[in-house]
């Protein structure tokens, strides 16, 4: 819940909702619970929810969010095609005019095909640069307003 609480308290007027898998394979005692207690001492729980949900599933109806944000987290889906539909997710979940930023390592080219093919604007990146000794870069994009 890390990047929760810090989106939480970067936009203090709003609500955030952190997606998660949970899975202890990728980040060792991650639960929900370990969230909530976060978000209790950072005191933003009154503003903050989270649910279990692959990426490539998301349970939020068309145009909900005025911003999603992924942070090392999509290169752990295995096959491409699955972190295909994970960033048309992020995108369908949008609402007009919103942005998507994604932080991640390898495979950001085959994210901004599928933005770019989502109609996207406004693909920017940052240099690659070396986070944890991994090659890292942020994107972020708009979504074309109606």
Known sequence: GMLTVL???KAPFGNVTGIDTWSQEHLSENSMEAAYENVRL???GDRVGFEESEASELRFPTGSFDKVVSSMALHTIRKRKDRDKAVEEMIRVLKPGGHLA???ILHTREYEKVMRAKGMKRIRYSPMK???CMPTRFMIAEKAPK
């Open 102 to 104: 994604i932080m991640d």
């Open 42 to 44: 950072e005191r933003v």
């Open 130 to 132: 070396l986070l944890y």
């Open 7 to 9: 989106a939480a308290r």
